[in-house]
């Protein structure tokens, strides 16, 4: 599906040669929203003054959430655009692929 509404920043930008389908850009909004939610927490937390240790869980929930966001972002990426650019013979595309797992562990 190439409609313009499903694409991704990267998908605008013509990087992204396959674009997501609206029932796998659901569960991603709903995992920012969770990660939002518990980011206002957190603000909240401290506005209140709340307990150190009670903040520090709260933000390494937080990190964990991100984490399992940016995997599952990472797989979409080598399982859509890289194997597409690799299928063309761009074999820069190679050198990215080992900065994001540098970048993400």
Not at 32 to 51: C, D, F, H, P, T
Not at 58 to 64: D, F, P, T, Y
């Amino acid at each position: 599906m190439n409609n313009e509404n499903t694409k991704c920043a990267c998908c605008l930008n013509e990087n992204k040669l396959t674009a997501r389908a609206p029932e796998e850009i659901k569960p991603l909004e709903n995992r920012i929203n969770r990660i939002i939610g518990q980011l206002n927490g957190v603000k909240s937390m401290i506005a209140e003054n709340r307990y150190c240790a009670d903040v520090l869980i709260q933000l390494s929930a937080i990190s964990n959430a991100v984490k399992v966001l940016s995997s599952i972002v990472m797989k979409d990426h080598l399982t859509g655009c890289v194997t597409q650019k690799v299928k063309q013979g761009d074999e820069q595309i190679m050198q990215e692929v080992v900065d994001l797992f540098k970048r993400f562990s």
